[in-house]
Protein backbone atom coordinates (compact mmCIF):
# COMPACT_ATOMS: atom_id res chain seq x y z
CA UNK A 1 0.00 0.00 0.00
CA UNK A 2 2.06 3.04 -1.22
CA UNK A 3 2.68 6.30 0.97
CA UNK A 4 1.59 8.89 -1.35
CA UNK A 5 2.53 13.15 -0.50
CA UNK A 6 -0.75 15.26 -2.36
CA UNK A 7 -0.15 18.87 -3.37
CA UNK A 8 -2.81 20.54 -1.33
CA UNK A 9 -4.48 23.89 -0.67
CA UNK A 10 -1.57 24.88 2.50
CA UNK A 11 1.01 22.12 1.52
CA UNK A 12 1.78 18.52 1.54
CA UNK A 13 -1.34 16.14 2.46
CA UNK A 14 0.22 12.67 3.38
CA UNK A 15 -2.21 9.45 1.83
CA UNK A 16 -2.24 6.15 1.16
CA UNK A 17 -3.15 4.62 -1.91
CA UNK A 18 -3.82 1.21 -3.66
CA UNK A 19 -4.23 0.90 -7.48
CA UNK A 20 -7.09 -1.05 -8.76
CA UNK A 21 -5.81 -3.87 -11.08
CA UNK A 22 -7.93 -2.43 -14.10
CA UNK A 23 -7.35 1.16 -16.28
CA UNK A 24 -10.89 1.06 -15.98
CA UNK A 25 -11.25 0.68 -12.08
CA UNK A 26 -13.46 2.66 -10.08
CA UNK A 27 -12.00 5.24 -7.85
CA UNK A 28 -12.99 5.98 -4.23
CA UNK A 29 -11.96 8.84 -1.89
CA UNK A 30 -12.36 8.24 2.16
CA UNK A 31 -12.44 10.90 4.50
CA UNK A 32 -11.46 10.65 8.27
CA UNK A 33 -13.68 12.01 11.69
CA UNK A 34 -12.38 15.46 13.06
CA UNK A 35 -8.73 16.11 13.55
CA UNK A 36 -9.79 18.07 16.59
CA UNK A 37 -10.96 15.11 18.38
CA UNK A 38 -8.34 12.64 17.13
CA UNK A 39 -9.33 11.76 13.81
CA UNK A 40 -6.79 10.64 11.61
CA UNK A 41 -6.82 8.61 8.11
CA UNK A 42 -5.85 5.34 10.21
CA UNK A 43 -9.40 5.76 12.33
CA UNK A 44 -10.50 1.82 12.18
CA UNK A 45 -13.85 2.65 10.61
CA UNK A 46 -12.16 4.56 8.05
CA UNK A 47 -9.71 1.97 7.29
CA UNK A 48 -12.63 -0.85 6.98
CA UNK A 49 -14.15 1.62 4.29
CA UNK A 50 -10.71 1.85 2.89
CA UNK A 51 -10.00 -2.50 2.55
CA UNK A 52 -13.69 -3.03 1.45
CA UNK A 53 -13.67 -0.94 -1.60
CA UNK A 54 -9.84 -2.38 -2.29
CA UNK A 55 -11.62 -5.90 -2.25
CA UNK A 56 -14.21 -3.96 -4.77
CA UNK A 57 -11.65 -3.73 -7.28
CA UNK A 58 -11.41 0.46 -6.70
CA UNK A 59 -8.62 2.82 -6.98
CA UNK A 60 -8.70 3.70 -3.32
CA UNK A 61 -7.32 6.54 -1.56
CA UNK A 62 -7.18 7.88 2.33
CA UNK A 63 -5.51 10.74 3.35
CA UNK A 64 -5.01 12.94 6.72
CA UNK A 65 -6.69 16.33 6.34
CA UNK A 66 -4.45 19.47 6.59
CA UNK A 67 -2.22 19.38 10.36
CA UNK A 68 -3.37 15.42 10.86
CA UNK A 69 0.14 13.03 10.77
CA UNK A 70 2.48 14.50 8.32
CA UNK A 71 -0.19 16.75 6.43
CA UNK A 72 0.91 20.51 6.36
CA UNK A 73 -1.33 23.18 7.46
CA UNK A 74 -3.96 23.68 10.26
CA UNK A 75 -7.58 22.83 11.16
CA UNK A 76 -9.93 24.83 8.87
CA UNK A 77 -13.15 24.63 10.29
CA UNK A 78 -14.63 22.39 7.34
CA UNK A 79 -13.89 24.77 4.71
CA UNK A 80 -9.78 23.81 4.94
CA UNK A 81 -10.88 20.50 4.98
CA UNK A 82 -13.11 20.28 1.82
CA UNK A 83 -10.47 22.02 -0.31
CA UNK A 84 -8.00 19.36 0.90
CA UNK A 85 -10.44 16.72 0.14
CA UNK A 86 -11.16 18.42 -3.63
CA UNK A 87 -7.38 18.63 -3.96
CA UNK A 88 -7.22 14.71 -3.31
CA UNK A 89 -10.04 13.43 -5.86
CA UNK A 90 -7.76 15.71 -7.73
CA UNK A 91 -5.10 13.75 -7.64
CA UNK A 92 -7.13 10.35 -7.57
CA UNK A 93 -8.43 11.48 -10.53
CA UNK A 94 -4.88 12.33 -12.63
CA UNK A 95 -3.91 9.13 -12.00
CA UNK A 96 -7.00 7.46 -13.00
CA UNK A 97 -7.81 9.22 -16.38
CA UNK A 98 -10.29 6.10 -17.44
CA UNK A 99 -12.07 5.30 -14.26
CA UNK A 100 -15.42 3.82 -14.75
CA UNK A 101 -16.80 5.38 -11.81
CA UNK A 102 -16.25 7.61 -8.75
CA UNK A 103 -17.34 7.27 -5.41
CA UNK A 104 -16.58 9.09 -1.89
CA UNK A 105 -17.23 7.60 1.64
CA UNK A 106 -16.80 9.51 5.13
CA UNK A 107 -16.76 8.86 8.69
CA UNK A 108 -18.47 11.44 10.63
CA UNK A 109 -16.65 14.54 10.11
CA UNK A 110 -15.67 13.29 6.99
CA UNK A 111 -18.88 12.26 6.25
CA UNK A 112 -20.34 15.94 6.02
CA UNK A 113 -17.20 16.63 4.28
CA UNK A 114 -18.22 14.07 1.86
CA UNK A 115 -21.37 15.28 1.20
CA UNK A 116 -20.30 18.38 0.42
CA UNK A 117 -17.64 17.32 -1.92
CA UNK A 118 -20.97 15.41 -3.68
CA UNK A 119 -22.51 18.58 -4.10
CA UNK A 120 -19.52 20.37 -5.72
CA UNK A 121 -18.05 17.09 -8.18
CA UNK A 122 -20.60 16.35 -10.16
CA UNK A 123 -18.95 12.87 -11.58
CA UNK A 124 -19.16 11.73 -8.09
CA UNK A 125 -21.28 8.69 -8.72
CA UNK A 126 -22.36 7.48 -5.22
CA UNK A 127 -21.61 8.05 -1.62
CA UNK A 128 -21.34 5.97 1.54
CA UNK A 129 -21.40 8.35 4.87
CA UNK A 130 -21.07 6.71 8.21
CA UNK A 131 -22.30 7.79 11.61
CA UNK A 132 -23.25 11.06 9.68
CA UNK A 133 -23.53 14.05 12.09
CA UNK A 134 -27.05 14.86 11.56
CA UNK A 135 -27.34 16.84 14.75
CA UNK A 136 -24.05 19.11 14.52
CA UNK A 137 -23.72 20.05 11.13
CA UNK A 138 -26.41 21.81 8.85
CA UNK A 139 -27.00 19.96 5.66
CA UNK A 140 -29.53 21.91 4.18
CA UNK A 141 -27.03 22.02 1.13
CA UNK A 142 -28.37 18.85 -0.32
CA UNK A 143 -31.05 20.71 -1.89
CA UNK A 144 -31.10 18.60 -3.85
CA UNK A 145 -28.80 15.75 -3.40
CA UNK A 146 -27.19 14.71 -6.73
CA UNK A 147 -26.76 10.97 -6.02
CA UNK A 148 -28.14 7.98 -4.56
CA UNK A 149 -25.69 6.72 -1.61
CA UNK A 150 -25.95 4.04 1.45
CA UNK A 151 -25.70 5.86 4.93
CA UNK A 152 -25.36 3.47 7.67
CA UNK A 153 -25.59 4.17 11.11
CA UNK A 154 -25.69 2.41 14.67
CA UNK A 155 -28.66 2.23 17.19
CA UNK A 156 -26.41 2.50 20.30
CA UNK A 157 -24.22 6.13 18.85
CA UNK A 158 -23.81 7.74 22.06
CA UNK A 159 -22.64 11.18 19.82
CA UNK A 160 -25.68 11.22 16.87
CA UNK A 161 -29.37 10.41 17.77
CA UNK A 162 -30.52 7.86 15.11
CA UNK A 163 -34.09 10.39 15.11
CA UNK A 164 -32.07 13.07 13.27
CA UNK A 165 -30.03 10.76 10.68
CA UNK A 166 -33.61 9.61 9.84
CA UNK A 167 -34.77 12.56 9.72
CA UNK A 168 -32.75 13.25 7.23
CA UNK A 169 -32.64 10.81 5.04
CA UNK A 170 -36.75 10.48 4.88
CA UNK A 171 -35.86 14.40 3.31
CA UNK A 172 -33.33 12.91 0.88
CA UNK A 173 -35.78 10.08 0.26
CA UNK A 174 -38.04 12.63 -1.14
CA UNK A 175 -36.09 13.80 -3.50
CA UNK A 176 -37.01 13.03 -7.58
CA UNK A 177 -34.59 9.92 -8.74
CA UNK A 178 -32.65 9.67 -5.28
CA UNK A 179 -32.45 6.10 -3.24
CA UNK A 180 -30.92 6.45 -0.24
CA UNK A 181 -30.44 2.89 1.57
CA UNK A 182 -30.16 3.59 5.55
CA UNK A 183 -29.02 0.78 7.54
CA UNK A 184 -28.84 0.54 11.40
CA UNK A 185 -26.52 -1.50 12.86
CA UNK A 186 -27.79 -2.95 16.04
CA UNK A 187 -25.90 -2.39 18.93
CA UNK A 188 -22.95 -0.20 17.51
CA UNK A 189 -21.93 2.91 18.99
CA UNK A 190 -20.40 5.77 17.26
CA UNK A 191 -17.26 4.66 16.63
CA UNK A 192 -18.81 1.01 15.60
CA UNK A 193 -16.44 -1.15 18.55
CA UNK A 194 -16.67 -5.02 18.53
CA UNK A 195 -18.89 -4.15 15.14
CA UNK A 196 -16.56 -3.19 12.44
CA UNK A 197 -17.60 -6.81 10.78
CA UNK A 198 -21.05 -5.97 10.60
CA UNK A 199 -20.52 -2.57 8.71
CA UNK A 200 -18.07 -4.21 6.29
CA UNK A 201 -20.66 -7.02 5.78
CA UNK A 202 -23.22 -3.99 4.56
CA UNK A 203 -21.12 -1.64 2.44
CA UNK A 204 -19.86 -5.18 0.93
CA UNK A 205 -23.60 -5.86 -0.18
CA UNK A 206 -24.22 -2.30 -1.22
CA UNK A 207 -20.90 -2.04 -3.92
CA UNK A 208 -21.88 -5.41 -4.77
CA UNK A 209 -25.39 -4.84 -5.69
CA UNK A 210 -24.13 -0.88 -7.02
CA UNK A 211 -21.82 -2.34 -9.53
CA UNK A 212 -23.17 -5.09 -10.61
CA UNK A 213 -24.67 -3.55 -13.72
CA UNK A 214 -21.17 -1.86 -14.46
CA UNK A 215 -20.12 -5.55 -14.50
CA UNK A 216 -22.41 -6.98 -16.54
CA UNK A 217 -22.14 -4.29 -19.52
CA UNK A 218 -18.48 -4.56 -19.38
CA UNK A 219 -18.67 -8.02 -20.00
CA UNK A 220 -21.25 -7.34 -23.15
Same mark, same amino acid.
Given at each position: ????????????????????????????? @??? +???????????????? /?????????????????????????????????????????? *?????? +?????? *????????? *???????????????????? /? +???????????????????????????? +?????????????????????????????????????????????? @??????????????
Amino acid at each position: MPDVIINGPEGRLEGRYQPGKLPTAGIAL @LLH +PNPRHGGTMNNKVVYT /LFHTFVRQGFSTLRFNFRGVGRSQGSFGRGEGELSDAAAALD *WLQTYN +PNAGTC *WIAGFSFGA *WIGMQLLMRRPEIESFVSVA /L +PANFYDFTFLAPCPASGLIIHGDRDELV +PGEAVGKLVAKLSNQRDIEIDHRVIKGANHFFTDKLDKLEAHVESY @LTAAMAPKVKRAAT
